[in-house]
């Protein structure tokens, strides 16, 4: 028998049901003629063949890039810390606000954008993402003093956050479900390379500019998308009317901004950080968590969810997501560890740490595209089963890095990890995205994106944290600092092993949602 959980309509034009109606996911639904389909609905131009418009490829070429370029942000600003501190006269605890409060703001802006998705169009969702972050990019190359600095950094995610979801969204309504695979392989470049190739590109810029050139440079190109989006971006959807629920809004922002917080702040007070204990924030945003959860079910029973939960209904939908945030547990966790690794153990220098890593970075965008056309043709098994062994086996072999590993070895087994990444994180999206219904595609692409927030925070809590504790325990026991850092490093390693067996489990059971498997007649 067919899982309603995992079945779609036909790709040819979508309706949706009237307000107050609530089908189960995947469940064909019929409306009147009168009746506006949604933005997440519309309908794709060529569901035969597949063959984009030069209109709609000029559209996610446009979105693509500008995504690349905000979410490039995200994690540039780590190898800057150490020159930030000098120039600004600050300590490491408050610098690493400058990460901190960009990964708050990111998570409380992108569980909002599904609502935005459905209520506004979109060239002015996309010209407001990008007014945001070109003025916050601006702000940042002039700020005087960190204040100044870190209010910039908040307006850059402000924009930041919309991006994904929008790209996400655009690409899911326009592409036709049997040519999916190719586009999300292009858009696992922006996921998953941009924020490993951050740190290697302000390690580049700092190696011959101040910190400011970091933002001096992105800034006109930020200033190019926004304006080439204004003047060529169509208005690709129809909008609804969605009620905002502000209880909704606010309990939003304290439960994602409250986890989020709290995890981040995990490896701070590891290391001695004079911060609030992290349990009070991460109790706080578990509660209210949970009340936003309910109140989103009582709400999706008129339609008026802020973050529609009915997603999860598809099995495919919430493994894929499931996986994705172990996946991205590992990948940030990485680019975390790594950098400390070969600068505080093998003490190389930061510009040689970056360009380690670069290589990595370019072979997952290398890769992207390619798995996305086997995906198309072959389904998300044959891809995510290799993948996910090949990262837990690089894992497992992490832990036996110590003081004397030669550094070629790393540069290898950093490979092997991004290729394994490579092959899960675009059938991940596909598959998991593909499994729910087309009114609910910008729901799905703004939990995707959370998920990735606090996966990407759960990671890099963890890593920090199990180094430093074990770290600390052996300088306690008289171990000198290098191999005491060495050995801290492999605990954490560990620990990662022991949660990429997850994903190996799950692999087996992501199929591809039917209305993938061949085109509809």
């Known amino acids: 028998m067919t899982n309603h959980n995992d079945t779609h309509p036909p790709s040819g034009p979508v309706t949706i049901p009237r307000p107050g109606s609530a089908p189960e996911a ?94 506004f169009n979109t060239r002015p969702v996309f010209v407001t993402a990008m007014t945001l972050f070109s003025i916050g990019t601006l702000v940042c190359a002039l700020a005087p003093g960190f204040s100044v600095l870190l209010a910039g950094r908040v307006i850059q995610a402000s924009g930041t956050a919309i991006m994904m979801p929008l790209l996400m969204t655009t690409v899911m309504t326009l592409v036709a ?52 989006g204004l003047v060529r971006i169509p208005n690709i959807t129809e909008t609804r009317k969605v009620p905002v629920d502000v209880l909704s809004v606010i309990l939003s922002a304290f439960a994602f901004g409250g986890v989020i917080y709290g995890l981040s702040t995990i490896g701070e007070a590891a290391n001695g950080g004079e911060v609030l204990p992290p349990w009070i924030p991460l109790s706080i945003g578990t509660v209210l968590m949970v009340v936003f959860i309910l ?40 680019i975390i560890l790594l950098p400390i690794y070969m600068q505080q153990v093998l003490e190389l220098k930061p510009i040689t740490t970056g360009l380690l890593l670069l290589p990595g970075g370019l072979l997952m965008g290398l890769l992207g595209p ?20 090949l990262v837990s086996l690089v894992l497992w072999s992490m832990t036996l890095l110590n003081e004397n590993t030669p550094f070629l ?52 809590a963890l890593f920090i944290t199990v180094m430093s504790v074990q770290t600390a325990a052996q300088v306690g026991n008289g171990v000198e600092l290098i191999p005491a850092t ?5 605990f954490a390693f560990l620990c990662g092993a022991i949660l990429s067996l997850f994903p190996i489990v799950g692999a087996f ?13």
């Open 177 to 228: 479900p049997q040519s999916r695979g190719k586009i999300m392989g292009t858009i696992s470049i922006v996921m998953s390379v941009a924020p490993a190739l951050g740190p290697t590109i302000s390690g580049i810029i700092l190696n011959a500019l101040n910190w400011r050139w970091m933002f001096w440079l992105v800034l006109p190109i930020a200033l190019a998308a926004l304006v080439f």
């Open 370 to 389: 390619i798995v996305g056309r086997i995906y198309d043709r072959k389904g998300p098994r044959v891809l995510l089963v290799p993948g996910a062994v």
């Open 509 to 521: 059971f992501v199929k591809k949602p039917e209305d993938q498997e061949a085109p509809h007649h």
């Open 295 to 334: 109140r989103q079910r009582s709400l999706e029973k008129t339609d008026s969810a802020l973050l529609d939960l009915r997603t999860f209904q598809s099995r495919t939908f919430s493994i894929s997501v499931g996986m994705m945030a172990v996946s991205m547990m590992a990948l940030f966790g990485t």
């Open 26 to 119: 995947g469940e064909a639904v019929a409306a009147a003629p009168h009746e506006q389909t949604s933005a997440a609905a519309r309908p794709v131009e060529n569901p035969l063949d597949g063959k984009l418009s030069v209109r709609d490829r000029l559209v996610i070429t446009i979105l693509l890039v500008s995504t690349f370029v905000v979410i490039l942000n995200e994690t540039i600003m780590g190898v800057a810390l150490p020159q930030l501190m000098s120039d600004l006269g600050i300590l490491a605890s408050t610098g690493q606000w400058l990460t901190t409060a960009f990964l708050l703001t990111m998570a409380v802006v992108i569980p909002i954008t599904g609502l935005l998705l459905q209520r």
């Open 486 to 490: 060495a050995s801290g490093i492999h």
């Open 409 to 460: 070895w790393v540069l290898v087994a950093h490979l092997f990890l991004s290729a394994g990444l490579a092959l899960m994180f675009t059938p991940l999206f596909t598959a998991g995205l593909g499994s729910v219904q087309p009114r609910f595609y910008s729901y799905g692409s703004a939990i995707v994106g959370t998920a990735q927030q606090v996966a990407g925070a759960a990671g890099t």
